[in-house]
């Protein structure tokens, strides 16, 4: 079954320094996600991306963040100056809804990526 | 806005007993709803899911009916197994907006022993 893959499994940064996290969608999908939880709390919505922009962003993904879609097969997330409370999980998820109205069409996640800042 | 709220956590259970964990959503228009299950060390799969009213989802012996007049979702299993031992979120995801993402829940944290 075709999954959705995140690298590296764990990333550490010195606060301050630049990290871009990788995933591979599941090639058939059309929109794409990512997520974070911080340890011990809720999985909270970033940024939703189709057809090569922005669907939808929530108050978390300020300035610092940017996402993009380099290829036909990777979606990144960029946290420019990262921070010690950006430590957490970061998931990323596809879905292949193709309507504008979304409805049913569950999301697919990564095993995502620990990013641990210090 | 919209929102989920699930039963606080850990539920601590033996094997074969039974399983309940209570979902109730707060939503504008028609949502379809989800559990989502995440088992030590995995991302989130997906383990069942419900686009209407009325409807029940059902997955591995787990169980969910779509409950529109109590806005509830609640997870049940009949007889559980220390392999369903994970984190169990519930989710909605609501018509009539585009690239529009999930909403979870915080997350209940299920422990059974042998």
């Known amino acids: 079954e075709p999954e959705v893959t995140q690298t590296p499994s764990h990333q550490v940064t010195q606060m301050g320094q630049e990290v871009i996290l990788r995933c591979v969608p599941i090639?058939?999908?059309?929109?794409f996600y990512w997520y974070r939880q911080i340890l011990g709390q809720k999985v909270e919505f970033l940024v939703s991306?189709?057809?090569?922009?922005?669907?939808?962003k929530s108050e978390i993904f300020d300035d610092q963040f940017s996402v993009e879609r380099p290829d036909g097969s990777n979606f990144t997330l960029k946290i420019r100056s990262t921070k010690l409370e950006d430590s957490a999980m970061y998931f990323c998820?596809?879905?292949?809804?193709?309507?504008?109205?979304?409805?049913?069409?569950?999301?697919?996640f990564g095993n995502g990526t620990r990013l641990t800042v210090t | 806005g919209n929102s989920v709220t699930q039963m606080e956590g850990p539920v601590t259970l033996s094997e074969e007993a039974f399983l309940t964990i209570n979902c109730t959503y707060t939503a504008t228009g028609y949502p379809s709803l989800f559990w989502y299950v995440q088992y030590p060390g995995e991302g989130l799969q997906l383990l069942l899911k419900a686009t209407k009213a009325d409807d029940k989802g059902s997955n591995k012996g787990f169980e969910a009916t779509y409950r529109k007049e109590t806005t509830s979702f609640h997870l049940e299993k009949g007889s559980v197994q220390v392999s369903d031992s994970a984190v169990y979120f519930c989710?909605?995801?609501?018509?009539?907006?585009?690239?529009?993402?999930?909403?979870f829940g915080k997350g209940t944290t299920l422990s059974v022993s042998s």
């Open positions: 090639s058939n999908h059309l929109y």
């Open positions: 998820a596809s879905s292949f809804d193709r309507e504008l109205i979304l409805r049913s069409s569950p999301l697919h």
């Open positions: 989710a909605l995801k609501w018509a009539n907006q585009a690239g529009t993402a999930l909403i």
């Open positions: 991306f189709y057809n090569n922009e922005i669907s939808e």
